[in-house]
């Protein structure tokens, strides 16, 4: 049930792509749902003790409500974040709804992770087509372990404001590769430390009753996390200096939404 929230707002913003003075209702439609995913997704990132995606959850609700307010007002900046959205599920869909291409991937990704591990001298074997195990722990891999989430969702963000060919081709050498060989990285580090036991440590916030988890559980969920958000963060950085207009534009919304932020909380003050 949960996957079909995602399936309709890949259809909405897939929608907003097609020209015509009434797309900021298929718009409105995929922000809203991809919203009600995310509180769809709580008990599962509550289960992995996972807080990231559920404090993204409580603060999309202003950003919905903001997002939803100027898109009816047809305003150029929500607009054109919405443009980056529609591209990034333009990309993403492919994979995660035609099981040949997502499978095909995660295949991919497996098998140059093994070959990683097995390099630096981590033997791993497969159990299944997308399980790696090593001393007697399994890891599997799924599409969300292949980085075109995060491809996918960058490439969405150059793609927000106009573009020569050359910004175009850089921005993609930029993102695409770095992403994915840094996720082949992450994938093998996480392998690594979970089979291993690097980080056995406060079984009282990292555990979930599975031996071994709190490995698991620092090197994916906070370590694999935050290393993964200095790439984004450099990755934007680059992109701004290839596309200066990405500058203005996320100045644009940041001045957007602060405003609109404060005022919601300094109302009637």
Same mark, same amino acid.
């Given at each position: 049930m949960i996957e079909y929230l995602v399936l309709v707002s890949c259809i909405g913003f897939l929608a907003f792509l097609i020209p015509g003075r009434s797309r900021k209702y298929p718009a409105i439609v995929g922000w809203v749902f991809i919203v009600l995913f995310l509180f769809a997704e709580l008990p599962? +990132?509550? /289960?992995?003790?996972?807080f990231v995606y559920p404090l993204m959850a409580f603060l999309s &609700?202003?950003?919905? +409500?903001?997002? =939803?307010?100027?898109?009816l007002r047809d305003d150029p900046r929500v607009i054109n974040l919405s443009r980056a959205a529609a591209v990034a599920f333009l990309i993403y869909a492919p994979f995660e709804y035609i099981p040949v291409f997502g499978d095909w991937l995660i295949g991919v990704v497996v098998g140059q $992770? $093994?070959?990683?591990? %097995?390099?630096?001298?981590?033997?791993? #074997?497969? #159990?299944?087509? %997308?399980i790696i195990a090593r001393n007697s722990l399994r890891v599997e891999i799924i599409l969300a372990c292949t980085g075109i989430q995060s491809i996918a969702i960058m490439l969405g963000v150059a793609a927000a404001v106009p573009t020569t060919s050359r910004q175009k081709v850089a921005a993609f050498v930029l993102i695409a590769p770095v992403i994915y060989i840094l996720n082949l990285l992450r994938n093998a580090f996480v392998i690594m430390a979970y089979t291993e036991q690097w980080f056995? +440590?406060?079984? *009282?916030?990292? /555990? %979930? @009753? *599975?031996? @071994?988890? *709190? /490995?698991?559980?620092?090197?994916?969920? &906070?370590?694999? *996390? !935050?290393?993964?958000? =200095? !790439?984004? =963060?450099?990755?934007? +950085? @680059?992109?701004f200096k290839i596309i200066p207009k990405l500058g203005d534009f996320a100045d644009d919304l940041y001045q957007l939404y602060s405003c609109e932020v404060r005022a919601m909380f300094y109302r009637g003050k």
């Open positions: 599962y +990132y509550f /289960s992995l003790n996972n &609700v202003p950003f919905l +409500y903001i997002t =939803v307010k100027y898109l $992770v $093994v070959f990683i591990l %097995n390099t630096l001298g981590y033997t791993a #074997t497969l #159990t299944e087509w %997308n056995p +440590y406060f079984p *009282e916030i990292a /555990s %979930n @009753g *599975e031996f @071994g988890y *709190e /490995s698991f559980f620092w090197a994916h969920n &906070v370590i694999a *996390e !935050l290393l993964a958000l =200095v !790439l984004l =963060v450099a990755i934007a +950085y @680059g992109l």
